[in-house]
């Protein structure tokens, strides 16, 4: 089925514990993003790329990295947890266009205690 | 910088209400606008979009315009039901230099019977 997928859909993390979440698309779309979910705060992006081999920093980007090897997978990365990055994270994948929508994933529950 | 913003929540209407919820924008040149819409336990899919001053954007009823001189991209529905009980986003695709799809904090709307 062509979409985007994340994995883990929840998990639960020790603070100071390096975390990889995952997010495959195969619709060969060129742009994808990591956002944050927190109530009352909406949609925080966190980093995008345009193309595969680049990367940007958006809005609360301190404390994940991310790496954009090819076209389908863009892996963000927790390298030492803590408990303020407990929320629910999204990836999305988009053509890169005026007009073109952006397809999101289910999203990973994550927890740092 | 880029931003979004967007009316306060929770709201709460009857069925076959009148609906708007309010978004403004603060960007440089001309982005393109869009509403998001996400159902409980599910990511976000699109609703309408607008690509340009004075477009109309709509799908399922819902209605937005987007209005250079004021900045805004209002969403409205002349009559809602209890199955657009939702999250309703207004986001912001920055075009200039890298292509940043940055999203307002979300409105979460609940319609009763």
């Known amino acids: 089925i062509a979409g985007i997928t994340q994995a883990p859909t929840s998990q639960i993390l020790a603070a100071g514990r390096r975390m990889t979440l995952r997010c495959t698309q195969d619709m060969r779309h060129n742009a994808m993003y990591w956002y944050r979910q927190d109530l009352g705060l909406g949609l925080r992006l966190i980093h995008y790329s345009n193309t595969a081999g680049t990367t940007g920093k958006g809005e609360v980007p301190d404390g994940y990295s991310v790496s954009r090897a090819n076209t389908d997978d863009f892996p963000l990365t927790l390298a030492s947890a803590v408990p303020s990055q407990t929320s629910v994270y999204f990836c999305?994948?988009?053509?890169?266009?005026?007009?073109?929508?952006?397809?999101f994933g289910q999203g990973t529950r994550l927890t740092v205690v | 910088g880029d931003s979004v913003t967007q009316m306060e929540g929770p709201v709460t209407l009857s069925e076959e209400a009148f609906l708007t919820i309010n978004c403004t924008y603060t960007?440089?040149?001309?982005?393109?606008l869009f509403w998001y819409v996400q159902y409980p336990g599910e990511g976000l899919q699109l609703l309408l979009k607008?690509?340009?001053?004075?477009d109309k954007g709509s799908n399922k009823g819902f209605e937005a315009t987007y209005r250079k001189e004021t900045t805004s991209f209002h969403l409205e529905k002349g009559s809602v039901q209890v199955s657009d009980s939702a999250v309703y986003f207004c986001?912001?695709?920055?075009?200039?230099?890298?292509?940043?799809?940055?999203f307002g904090q979300g409105t979460r709307l609940t319609i009763n019977p």
């Open positions: 607008a690509t340009k001053a004075d």
């Open positions: 986001a912001l695709l920055f075009l200039q230099g890298a292509q940043k799809l940055v």
């Open positions: 999305a994948s988009r053509t890169q266009g005026r007009s073109t929508e952006a397809f």
């Open positions: 960007a440089t040149g001309y982005p393109s």
